[in-house]
């Protein structure tokens, strides 16, 4: 190609990208900026106009407050719990409605639903479902004799925490079945049925042929899952608003924010949950080789 | 090693049958190559002899053991798909051994295993990388070892060489008919290939809308089809046919048709009315127009150097191939006459069955004796 050529198709590419460019500067990169920015500062949100900079004194006021700690721990409890099961019940699903069962295309569409519906409105849902006195779960275990009055499942400390994992468990499984299925499907029948040819029992098919093979498919899921888990704010938040024991790290962060109207440390703290993400997402694309396993299609 | 029988096997699809009724009776240690056209059933009729799909009815044996119910891992077959098939994240070592681990053999005895036939398919200075850094034919023989390693009984290949460029097929077609010579094993293949059926069979099982049509060694379906189906089949450009009128003259046929073909015939044996002649490119001679059988237009030549296609338009609806070994002299577009010998003229009934003719005779007896003692129909 010549070079004037070259030139003419640099030209085009930096056209059509330039639309996209401006809405990223507009969107993403000047709040984060400002955000950044209002970290280093005393700004309260009455007046952000008014502040002077202090340097890191808020990032060390965050982490020298027991309650982001609890957050953080709440945020990292939840995360690895509810993506843990995530990723095994998908897998489980993704692989039973891999096979040609009749009806396979209904369960696939109806497997969605939960997806596709609002966090809040699923939240509000289960709230109402899980409800100690009027709770159709209470009424149902009741009725089966299994317990002698209702439990409060949103209220008691315990078991609230099981609760935001139990409804986010139940709202993004077709996520991750959706995309471990999509996995699964690039996966050519007829490397399963030279293994089955070659006498390869089901279980060692699975393990060194299925899994190895979906690697990549499950790592970009639990990926998306994992920084979406990390930053949680609405379902916990709607199901028990600051309650300490399901309080994630955007909820601190947002409490500090707009509840103490400190715009300094909720900018730190969001900061915070910034590097928290961005520290996991590199730790797994590291150890899963993301990057490299993506050029490995059979 | 072991023998293969099927007994009236048949497949369907949701009510569609795929295979009517296949019987066939494959010996100890012979190549058997299946060929019909794509949808005739002939990858389907293999996939059910490994039991990676199940019959609908009949029966399956190898060995002698019926194995109709046996699973495909139970068969004591190997399979080499088009594709390879390989594990893609195995390196090629632990892609031949992969079906060893779960033997129970020790780690070394693995090893030596598949030494001993990489060695064997020249892929032993590969065996570190994984199959995406291989070409194609090394690829396919990786997948060869791997089915070579299990020592099976049978060996299948779906139409192995189906990806390769043809420098490379020609090249493992040698090796695949050495590899048979040198071990010995039941080998059933197919392929769309001529030259691979032609070339690796002991006998060629010719398939046609999930029924076979014929089995025969391939100097047999090419000396003496039964049907217009195979003889149009085998060779290479294919048989040149044109539906002629025929008139009863006692025993005899007047049988005239495109180009002023005009033949006498004496059909022996089945009487049915003889309603297409064929004759081979190979057959055909060009001649001064009106001194052949036939007369036609020198429409087009096709020069590919140790060969020449001429094609000679007889009317509207035929037109022939004649394979010359050099440059006819005729110019294009010039009358030219056809010519062959009565013995290669294939004449077939209105079903497309064969009708042997008088003439026929001389090229049946010619070509038992080529076969020289070579598989007959089981």
Redesign the interface.
């Known amino acids: 190609m010549s070079v004037k050529l070259a030139r003419a198709d640099r030209r085009a590419a930096w056209m059509f990208m330039a639309p996209m460019l401006v809405a990223m500067l507009v969107v993403a990169v000047w709040p984060l900026a400002r955000t950044f920015y209002f970290s280093f500062t005393d700004a309260y949100l009455d007046d952000p106009t008014n502040y002077s900079l202090i340097g890191f004194e808020n990032y060390l006021e965050v982490i020298g407050d027991r309650t982001w700690w609890i957050a953080v721990r709440n945020t990292l409890l939840f995360t690895v719990v509810s993506v843990a099961i995530e990723t095994v019940l998908g897998l489980g699903i993704a692989l039973l409605i891999n096979q040609a069962i009749p009806g396979r295309g209904l369960v696939r569409a109806a497997i969605l639903v939960p997806w596709a519906i609002p966090v809040v409105v699923a939240t509000k849902m289960w709230e109402w479902m899980l409800n100690d006195q009027f709770g159709v779960l209470n009424q149902v275990l009741i009725s089966m004799g299994l317990i002698d009055h209702g439990i409060a499942w949103t209220a008691n400390g315990s078991l609230i925490m099981g609760v935001v994992i139990f409804i986010d468990v139940w709202m993004t499984t077709p996520f991750m079945v959706l995309l471990i299925l999509a996995g699964l499907q690039m996966i050519?029948g007829?490397?399963m049925?030279?293994?089955?040819?070659?006498?390869?029992?089901a279980w060692?098919r699975f393990w060194?042929?299925v899994l190895?093979?979906l690697k990549p498919a499950i790592g970009v899921a639990v990926l998306f899952r994992v920084l979406d888990a990390l930053r949680m704010f609405d379902l916990a938040y709607v199901l028990a608003a600051s309650s300490e024991q399901v309080m994630t790290a955007s909820i601190y962060a947002r409490n500090r924010l707009i509840s103490f109207q400190e715009l300094g440390i909720g900018s730190a703290a969001s900061t915070w949950v910034f590097l928290l993400v961005a520290f996991v997402a590199i730790l797994i694309i590291g150890v899963l080789r993301l990057d490299r396993a993506a050029g490995?299609?059979? | 090693m072991a023998s293969v029988e099927l007994k009236s096997v048949s497949k369907s699809y949701g009510g569609n049958p795929v295979i009517r009724g296949v019987d066939l009776a494959i010996r100890d240690g012979e190549f058997i190559v299946f060929v019909g056209p794509s949808g005739c059933g002939k990858s389907t009729l293999l996939r059910l002899i490994?039991?990676?799909v199940p019959v609908t009815d009949g029966e399956i044996s190898i060995g002698g053991e019926p194995v109709t119910d046996v699973?495909?891992?139970?068969r004591g077959?190997?399979?080499v798909?088009q594709?390879y098939?390989?594990?893609?994240?195995m390196t090629v070592a632990r892609n031949i051994g992969?079906?060893l681990?779960?033997l129970g053999l020790g780690r070394d005895a693995v090893r030596n295993k598949v030494a001993e036939v990489a060695k064997l398919l020249k892929v032993d200075h590969l065996l570190a990388r994984r199959?995406?850094e291989l070409s194609g034919g090394q690829r396919q023989r990786v997948a060869i070892g791997?089915a070579l390693v299990?020592k099976p009984e049978v060996f299948l290949f779906d139409e192995p060489l189906s990806n390769l460029d043809s420098d490379l097929r020609m090249e493992m077609r040698i090796e695949i008919a050495r590899l048979h010579d040198d071990i010995g094993t039941t080998m059933i293949y197919v392929t769309h290939d001529q030259a691979e059926a032609m070339t690796l069979a002991d006998r060629i099982v010719v398939l046609n809308h999930g029924v076979i049509e014929q089995v025969g060694s391939p100097q047999e379906l090419y000396h003496t089809p039964k049907s217009r189906f195979v003889a149009g089949f085998v060779g290479s450009p294919r048989m040149n046919f044109s539906t002629v009128a025929a008139t009863g003259i006692g025993a005899d046929w007047l049988l005239s048709g495109p180009g002023g073909l005009r033949l006498e015939s004496h059909v022996t044996g089945n009487r049915s009315t003889p309603a297409t002649v064929g004759v081979r490119p190979e057959a055909l001679s060009i001649v001064a127009p009106g001194s052949g059988r036939l007369d036609g237009v020198l429409e087009r030549i096709e020069d590919l150097g140790h060969e020449h296609f001429a094609y000679v338009r007889l009317d509207a609806d035929n037109s022939w191939v004649v394979r010359l070994p050099a440059r006819p002299r005729e110019d294009r577009d010039t009358k030219v006459g056809l010519s062959f010998r009565d013995e290669d003229l294939f004449l077939f009934d209105e079903s497309g069955a064969r009708l042997d003719h008088a003439a026929s005779h001389e090229r049946s007896a010619a070509a038992l004796a080529q076969t020289s003692g070579g598989g007959i129909a089981a």
């Open positions: 050519p007829e490397i049925e030279a293994a089955e040819v070659d006498g390869i029992p060692k060194s042929i190895p093979l490995e299609a059979p | 490994a039991g990676l699973p495909a891992s139970k077959i190997a399979f798909f594709s098939a390989l594990y893609p994240h992969f079906a681990e779960t199959p995406r791997r299990r």
